[in-house]
Structure formats: structure tokens, C-alpha cells
């Protein structure tokens, strides 16, 4: 009785799909996890200090604030961002010293600063009208030539506070303009005060009769 033998099938033979994992080789990657901003995005009375953090060790962070996507040409995040008016900051996180790891997707947050520059936008304009017509330059000072002369007072902001005067011999007033002032003196000093959300600003006349 004769026993066959097993057949012998080369490897060369054995389909590509059935060889081990081991011969073939994989790689991964992994994305970078966008970052997180603190203060959050959002609408703030005042100027705001701004920290871009990354979990990930060993990753360089790049950020605009001007509208555009941020590259690793943009500015290097070193600290923390002083944002001072309404705009909205953007980064990405880049792996530096890690490999196998994609940059992260652009995250953003939108700050808006609704504060308003007091002292710029609230301070005294000083404006006088002589003999009823008024100087369309701002100023503070003139000189007339009688005590007798109409002078009329009129500064801005015409709205948004309050006023008060002072003014020779006791005078006191809380209108914003004060018309057909006295002149009891050579050289008279009427000061305004105006008052807005809590902050006082000064601004002084000084009327002088040649």
C-alpha cells in the first residue's frame, strides 16, 4: 500500500492577504487637540489677559489676532495676549519635538471690548460766542474789549452727564451753557465740571476785558 505524500506549497505561493501584519508594516498619526483660551470668547467691560493652553508636551503654538489663518510664520505664542479691543484670536498647536503627531485644527475666540475711552471721548470742548456768534474753533480763552460785551459759554459734550459751574463773585450754575456772563473783573475764570458715569472732568474759561 503506497502513502502519498504531502505536497509542499512554496511560500511565494501563499496570497498576499493570508501573510502575517508583521511583514507588511503600519504607521499612525495622531491630530494635535485644538487648545482652549481663558478667559472663554466673549463680550468683556474691559481690556482682557488672554492664555492659549495645550495639553500636548512638546508642541509650539502660533496665533493671529489680524483675521488670518495662523501658520507656523505667525506669531509664537511665548505668554499670556493682552487683547484691548474687539477682535478675535486665533492659534494652531504644532508638534516640535514629538513626531507621528499632525498639527491641530485652528481654534478661535472672539473678544469683544465694549468699554469706551473716557477721557478721549468724554472730556470738555471748550466753545465761547462773543457778541452772539459763536467761534467755531474750540477754545477756552478770549479777550473783549467791554465788561459790557456779550459772552456766552457753551461747551461739549452736549449730552450723556451732568454740569456745574463756578465763577466770579459766587456764581454757580448747572446748565451745560451759560450765556450773557458777568464780567466784574479784568481777567474773570468760569470753570465747568462735567460728570459722566461717576468721573469728573474740568475745564476752565478765562474771559479777560481790555
Not at 478675535?88 to 471690548?113: C, R
Not at 460785551?149 to 459734550?157: H, R, Y
Request: glycine fraction near 8%; charged fraction near 10%.
Amino acid at each position: 500500500m503506497s502513502t502519498a505524500k504531502p505536497s509542499r506549497i512554496h511560500p511565494r505561493t501563499i496570497p498576499k492577504h493570508r501573510r502575517s501584519l508583521s511583514s507588511q508594516g503600519e504607521s499612525c498619526t495622531t491630530t494635535l487637540a485644538t487648545h482652549s483660551f481663558s478667559p472663554a470668547a466673549g463680550t468683556y467691560p474691559s481690556a482682557q489677559t488672554v492664555t492659549i493652553s495645550d495639553a500636548a508636551n512638546g508642541t509650539t503654538i502660533y496665533y493671529t489676532t489680524n483675521g488670518t489663518t495662523p501658520t507656523t510664520s505667525s506669531t509664537k505664542y511665548t505668554g499670556p495676549i493682552t487683547v484691548g479691543s474687539s477682535e478675535t484670536v486665533e492659534a494652531i498647536a504644532v508638534a516640535t519635538s514629538v513626531s507621528g503627531w499632525v498639527n491641530s485644527a485652528t481654534g478661535s475666540a472672539a473678544y469683544t471690548i465694549t468699554s469706551p475711552n473716557c477721557s478721549a471721548t468724554y472730556r470738555i470742548t471748550p466753545y465761547i460766542a462773543v457778541g452772539g456768534v459763536w467761534n467755531t474753533t474750540s477754545e477756552s480763552t478770549v479777550t473783549v474789549p467791554s465788561a459790557t460785551t456779550s459772552v456766552d459759554l457753551g461747551p461739549w459734550p452736549q449730552s450723556g452727564g451732568s454740569w456745574s459751574w463756578t465763577g466770579p463773585n459766587g456764581f454757580t450754575s448747572t446748565s451745560r451753557e451759560i450765556d450773557n456772563i458777568a464780567l466784574p473783573a479784568t481777567t474773570n475764570t468760569y470753570t465747568a465740571t462735567y460728570t459722566f458715569n461717576g468721573t469728573s472732568y474740568t475745564q476752565a474759561f478765562i474771559i479777560t476785558v481790555n
